[in-house]
């Protein structure tokens, strides 16, 4: 649960450099973890789909992108 624990020190990052996104690379947010403690406000959260696939068990790379920011994950490009 590194995430989780890092989680005050990223959300000071986003704001105190006014950052449209951030990119978290070893997040290791587990399949088990309560998502609502690593979200933060004004942003979204997005994850790598090892969360879901029943193997990998986390996601490695999760994603903060400013909620008023307009995009679309390419799916097709994320590997399993």
């Known amino acids: 649960q ?4 890092k989680i005050m020190d990223i959300e000071a990052c986003l704001h105190k ?3 449209d ?3 978290i690379t070893e997040a290791n947010l587990r399949r ?3 998502i609502e403690e690593v ?4 942003y979204k959260v997005l994850w790598d789909q090892g969360r879901e696939n029943q193997d990998k068990k986390n996601a490695r790379v ?3 992108v400013k909620e008023e920011l307009s995009f679309e994950v390419m799916h097709q ?3 399993t």
């Open 77 to 79: 490009h994320m590997v």
């Open 21 to 23: 996104y951030l990119g």
């Open 32 to 34: 088990d973890a309560d």
């Open 2 to 5: 590194q995430l989780k624990k």
């Open 17 to 19: 450099y006014n950052l």
């Open 39 to 42: 979200i933060i406000k004004g």
């Open 62 to 64: 999760v994603v903060y």
